[in-house]
């Protein structure tokens, strides 16, 4: 039950147990000998029911209780009654150790093992299940049972719906009722049963009724979550679909041999290839498998060598990812002359895409980009990539863009993928949603209301189009309200501000371009000055929209509040990356940085890495111990030596280990020190800068 | 039925209190003394328990109204001997408490055969809180044994047009009422809750002293402030800007404010918020009280004068004697002191007893008999009627519900919701066969409204049963039974009804309760003061209990027989705890029947 203090048991309930638990070993050992002797008198039986009936946690007597019906049931010669009998004895004594403990998993699981059998009624069942749902209405071994007599009784979910409807009518606060209910409205909506055919319509009575929930009791969460599982039913598209891509539709790349050598062509669209291979990153609306060479077609101007090896990028250790990425091979003939090819990619002709929650992507899509290839010209020179890169402010200079390059600059607008299908039949989402404001723009004066809002304004932005968030002033104010409103919560409601804050400064092309910076470091004698995308100093907690940075190469989110960077493997171009001054904990909670396998020139500087004894992020972080690693990555004996500092610091090996990083800056962490540099020395054979200090 | 048959001789002829007249208050105190193992004699002029509580056949009920709208002829044979030495004679007689009784009988037919199949109610509209005190006391004195309750099935809150509109009176109702917006819902729930927290502070700060506010600050539980508790209720509504929809509920529906609370000229009875809050406490702790009731009211089956009874038959089984058909016909007095002896039956039998509580409808007789001046006087005064404070009250029998889906329901007409002069509160309370107070299959309507004169209190309880109910002169006038099949939703037909007015007199007015224990039927604008030190030392023996007043349940008429044994025996615990209870786990000892 839930709520009831527990009191401390007084000097006669203490004599009461144990004069019970003399009786129950009495009763257990004469029950075992039957047991291993096999009898299964009718004595013998009643003596097993005896002891369930006072200790129904005795798993050994429900199963002799199995074998004894089943002995019986033999001898009986299935004769109905005899059988009738021998089931309806097992209901009984099942009901009994029930109502001594209805949370008895084996004499739930007896109950179901014997309506198995098919020979008893189930129409008690419900009846006795209202009795027990009475006392404890959101016990979860009766709703799971109630799920199992419904399916065989073949009651329809509309029934059941009804039934949640009841117990929500009794009290709103019930859970598991709303819970339930959201299992059988989708299940309703999936199989269009009559009535629940019109999904908009499902979703306007459902959110009626939450509402009147919410409303009379705004503290209850019960409502809260049936809401928010509402708002997601109402804009989640089932089928995944592609957000964006990287080359973006209708760009123009230049692919020089040249390490940025800047020849007239828009910084932003230029990129190195050292290997002779082009990335091709697929992001994606939701996770999704069997992405492949038969799902996606890539054509090109050119006809070798077509097929592509595409890769999930995975946080997890599931088959599924958001994130997709293709090396595609240009061979060696076009790669030395100057040339222009088009090149063109579908998917969603042919099934085989399948979103996590068993959706096909249904939606056939393409985009189209041009690759100019600038064939290298020179030598490799010790230029750019060896040089030591500083983050200094006077570094950076505001990108004002060349008139004569304004068209270059264009792609930032298409940086996402423009969906027909996604905008068609948007518009009753826009209704409900609409609607669902204006209510609770009722409700401001409670934490509760100030979410829903924000939520909903957000949901509503992201319906109309990727680029203007008309609300998003009014969200950041509601999070930055409910920050004060709700201490204890700062932190969630600073997250989900940081997400907002993020995507509005990066949407939009005037916006992104007034955080676009060239770098130039003047003391360096190198002529490129690439982009560098600094979103420093804005307090941010969380990162997101990463579908629009898909292009960034040199990002700087130093000086912000991170904790986190997770997502931050979606942008799998980046080669600088300035992490310095957050709040980031530890390397676990920097994961998303074994994926960035371009990565060069990271700089950790004064986090907060190995300052907390307990690191919670690491249980979230594959281990070592992990199957998924596989034995090829772990099998770092031959790099480090010292086999302490490997047992010391394997977060940091873990992360570090697989990334080819040239410069590297950690101090300002409790982490860092003499052991630690000598370890990163090692774990690092590229690096060349450590701390600003050149290693030989 | 001049010639009574002959009484029994009754045997003790002394006993520590005498109760004449088997109201609900006499019954309480007779059953507390008996508790306390006092000897107890119990009367009652009538051949069955509850008096002006009881619950009657449609003839009972007749016979009864008209007899006590007359003033009795004073017993004339008996009581005039004045011969006793020792004592003097005051000759007691029965003041009419109901007046204006019209009873009509549309189709008597349909009655003929089942008019003693009803438990009419003479004090209807009438049900108990789940929390109430009475509740309470029938479980501590095991009265609760006797009597068995059902859940009245809903309350509403009926408007001009006939509507009734659920009162949301609980965070379930509130959620699945209809007809509140959004906004309102969530307006009135706050209001709830913070009533709530409201009790949870008061109840923290009275067991944990002073730290106690720094922890309530902490859970949002706040009190209500002094000052706000000390203003009309209806202004701290007001001032916690709730829309007038919900004050009305609140008010009338839920507080069950009597007179108009808008309105301080015509408000005899402003509300203040501590009154206003403790009856949102009491129904909201009604709720859910006990697990099979299901709202916040209930009724006992057989009709409301089970509970005298019960108490009664809890009296009994302590050893107190009970005689009915036995009038008291006159008070015997010390001759020299003026101080109560015992009193003279119809039997023409002397008995003895050092306390008496007298039925409120029994007044002294004519001052020829007294022996002093002293007492003449006071006899004068005593038989000053109080002139206000009158309800009226209604029954009708139907054979269909208000409600097709309901048996058993409440409905309240606010203050001028029925028309701009209604003064006070209309509430009618329908009960069905189901709780044996009628055949099954018909209904019984009970109404009641506070008034000052017959006219008005007639107006009001006509303007509710006109919007409720069909009279059947209406549908012959009309005489087309066409209307009526086309209209689904038919209001249900009068078979019989019944109007009176009752007097509340005096006892009532729990402000100067004290002082009218010793002094009953002096009106409030007497000075009370006065009065009191004249004739304390008369009178401290023989007390007056309480008229069946205008509220929907017996808060104030069990305070009241609380003060009556308290001021009778100030040392004697009320109830006293004897057997080990046999529920100790819970309590619910009340047998509800689901």
Redesign the interface.
């Known amino acids: 039950m839930h709520g009831r203090p527990r009191k401390a048991p007084k000097p006669e309930d203490l004599a009461a147990f144990s004069a019970k638990a003399e009786k129950l070993r009495i009763l257990q050992s004469q029950f075992l000998s039957n047991h291993h002797q096999k009898i299964y008198t009718k004595e013998a039986v009643e003596l097993s029911a005896k002891l369930l009936e006072i200790n129904p946690e005795c798993y050994t007597a429900w199963n002799y209780r199995k074998l004894a019906v089943q002995h019986n049931l033999f001898e009986s010669n299935l004769d109905p009654d005899a059988v009738n009998s021998i089931l309806n004895d097992e209901l009984r004594v099942v009901e009994n150790a029930l109502r001594q403990n209805f949370k008895s998993y084996g004499a739930w699981y007896h109950r179901k093992w014997v309506l198995n059998k098919g020979h008893s009624s189930i129409e008690n069942e419900l009846r006795l299940l209202d009795k027990l749902q009475n006392v404890d209405p959101r016990n979860f071994h009766a709703w799971n049972y109630r799920r199992f007599v419904a399916a065989l009784l073949n009651r329809s979910d509309e029934d059941e719906l009804n039934h949640t409807q009841d117990l929500?009518?009794?009290?709103?606060s019930n859970y598991s009722a709303w819970h339930n209910r959201s299992v059988l409205v989708s299940n309703l909506m999936k199989k269009k049963v009559q009535a629940f055919s019109q999904k908009d319509e499902v979703l306007i009575r459902e959110y009626e009724l939450v509402?009147?929930?919410v409303?009379?009791?705004?503290?209850d969460q019960s409502g809260w979550f049936y809401h928010l599982w509402l708002l997601d039913q109402t804009v989640k598209a089932e089928s995944p679909l592609l957000t964006s891509s990287w080359p973006a539709h209708g760009s123009d790349i230049t692919l020089s041999g040249d390490r940025y050598l800047d020849l007239g062509s828009s910084p932003f669209n230029t990129y190195h290839f050292d290997s002779g291979s082009l990335l091709l990153i697929l992001y994606f609306n939701q996770a999704v498998e069997g992405v492949n060479v038969s799902t996606v077609t890539v054509s090109s101007g050119f006809n070798v060598n077509k097929d592509v090896i595409w890769k999930p990028i995975l946080s997890n250790n599931s088959k599924t990812a958001h994130v997709w990425v293709g090396q595609l091979k240009f061979p060696k003939v076009e790669l030395d002359s100057l040339g222009a090819y088009t090149l063109e990619v579908t998917l969603g002709h042919s099934q085989g895409i399948i979103s996590s929650g068993g959706f096909h992507y249904s939606h056939p899509s393409h985009f189209s980009f041009t690759v100019h290839v600038q064939p290298a010209k020179k030598e490799p020179v010790d230029g750019f990539g060896s040089e030591k890169i500083s983050w200094r402010d006077e570094n950076f200079h505001i990108y004002e863009p060349d008139s004569l390059q304004s068209d270059l600059v264009l792609p930032l607008d298409h940086l996402s993928i423009k969906n027909e299908h996604e905008l068609s039949d948007s518009s009753w989402q826009e209704k409900i949603i609409d609607e669902e404001i204006s209510?609770f723009r009722?409700?401001l004066d409670c934490k509760i209301g100030k979410l829903t809002l924000a939520r909903l304004l957000t949901a509503r932005d992201a319906l109309v189009s990727s680029d203007k968030s008309v609300h998003s002033e009014e969200v950041l104010r509601l999070y930055s309200e409910l920050m004060k409103l709700d201490p204890p919560h700062s932190q969630f409601y600073k997250d989900e501000h940081s997400l907002i804050l993020f995507e509005k400064v990066i949407s939009g092309r005037e916006s992104l371009l007034s955080y676009c910076f060239r770098y130039r470091n003047l003391t360096s004698s190198s002529s490129s000055n690439p982009i560098c995308l600094r979103l420093n100093g804005l307090s941010l907690s969380r990162l997101g929209s990463f579908e629009k940075l898909l292009w960034v190469q040199m990002l700087d989110l130093s000086h912000n509040e991170l904790r986190s960077i997770e997502g931050l493997e979606a942008m799998q171009l980046l080669s600088h990356l300035n992490l310095s001054k957050n709040k980031l904990g530890s390397f676990t909670s920097l994961e998303s940085l074994r994926h960035l396998k371009s990565l060069k020139v990271l700089d950790l500087s004064y986090n907060e890495i190995g300052a907390h004894s307990v690191d919670t992020t690491r249980y979230l972080c594959s281990s070592p111990l992990c199957h998924s690693i596989g034995r090829s990555e772990w099998d770092g004996s031959e790099i480090v030596t010292d086999g302490v500092s490997l047992v010391s610091y394997w977060e940091a090996f873990f992360i570090l280990k697989g990334l080819k990083l040239t410069q590297l800056d950690i101090t300002g962490n409790a982490i860092a020190d003499e052991k630690f540099t000598a370890f990163l020395a090692e774990v690092l054979p590229a690096l060349k800068w450590l701390d600003g200090v050149q290693l030989n | 039925m001049s010639e009574p048959p002959s009484y029994p001789q009754i045997e003790p002829t002394t006993f520590d209190l005498i109760a004449a007249g088997t109201g609900l208050a006499e019954c309480i105190v007779a059953a507390a003394a008996s508790a306390s193992g006092k000897t107890v004699l119990h009367l009652d002029t009538n051949p069955f328990y509850g008096s002006h509580y009881s619950s009657l056949s449609v003839p009972e009920l007749t016979s009864f109204l008209n007899s006590n709208s007359t003033p009795s002829s004073p017993p004339s044979s008996t009581s005039t001997t004045t011969d006793s030495l020792d004592y003097s004679i005051v000759n007691l007689t029965t003041q009419p408490v109901y007046s204006d009784v019209e009873i009509s009988c549309f189709y008597p037919e349909l009655l003929e055969e089942n008019l003693r199949k009803f438990n009419l109610d003479l004090c209807g509209p009438r049900v108990l809180f789940c929390a109430d005190k009475l509740i309470d006391l029938m479980l501590k004195s095991g009265a609760s044994h006797y009597v068995e309750f059902k859940s009245i099935d809903a309350s509403f809150v009926g408007d001009g047009n006939g509507k009734l509109w659920n009162v949301p009176d609980s965070?379930?109702a509130?959620?699945?009422d209809k007809s509140l917006t959004?906004?309102e819902?969530?307006q009135l729930?706050r209001f709830f809750?913070l009533v709530q927290g409201h009790l949870v502070a008061t109840v923290a700060a009275g067991s944990s002293g002073d730290d106690g506010n720094g922890n309530d600050e902490k859970e949002g539980k706040t009190k209500i402030s002094d000052e706000d508790l000390e203003r009309p209720f209806i202004e701290y509504l007001s001032n916690m800007q709730l829309p007038p929809k919900i004050r009305s509920i609140i008010l009338y529906a839920i507080a069950m404010a009597d007179y108009d609370q808008d309105d301080r000229g015509v408000c005899q009875n402003l509300l203040k918020t501590k009154d206003g809050i403790d009856r949102l406490s009491l129904y909201q702790s009604s709720v859910g009280r006990f697990t099979n009731a299901s709202g916040a009211l209930i009724y006992p089956v057989y009709g409301q004068g089970e509970l005298p009874q019960a108490f009664s038959r809890r009296s009994a089984v302590k050893g107190c004697i009970y005689v009915l058909r036995m009038p008291v016909t006159a008070l015997l007095m010390e001759k020299d002191s003026g101080r109560y002896k015992g009193v003279r039956l119809a039997s023409g039998q002397d008995i003895f007893s050092q306390k008496l509580v007298l039925d409120p409808s029994l007044t002294l007789a004519s001052p020829s008999a007294s022996p002093s001046d002293l007492l003449h006087e006071s006899f004068n005064f005593l038989s000053t009627r109080d002139v206000r404070g009158k309800v009226a009250r209604g029954i009708c029998i139907t054979r269909n519900s208000l409600k097709p889906d309901m048996s058993n329901l409440l409905v309240v007409y606010p203050p001028r919701s029925l028309y701009p002069e209604q003064i006070t509160s209309i509430r009618a309370l329908q009960i069905s066969g189901n709780l044996a107070v009628c055949p099954l299959g018909m209904f019984v309507l009970y109404l009641s409204a506070l008034c000052d004169d017959a006219i008005q209190g007639k107006r009001l309880l006509n303007a509710a049963m006109n919007v409720l109910l069909t009279f059947p002169d209406s549908v012959n006038s009309e005489s087309s039974s066409t209307v009526q099949s086309e209209n689904t939703e038919e209001k249900p037909t009068v078979i019989w009804s019944g109007l009176y007015i009752q007097e509340m007199s005096t006892v009532l007015h729990i402000l100067n309760f004290s002082l009218t224990i010793s002094i009953p039927r002096v009106h409030t604008h007497v000075d009370i003061g006065m009065a009191s030190i004249l004739f304390q030392g008369q009178f401290d023996s023989i007390n007056f209990a309480p008229m069946p007043d205008g509220n929907l349940n017996y808060n104030d008429i069990s305070d009241a027989a609380v003060k009556l044994f308290q001021e009778m025996y100030p040392n004697e615990e009320y109830f006293p705890e004897t057997t080990p209870p046999e529920n100790s786990e819970d309590d619910i000892g009340l047998s509800l029947e689901t």
């Open positions: 929500i009518d009794k009290n709103i509402r009147d929930a409303f009379t009791d705004e503290d209510n009722e409700l | 965070r379930a509130i959620f699945k959004l906004k819902k969530n729930m809750k």
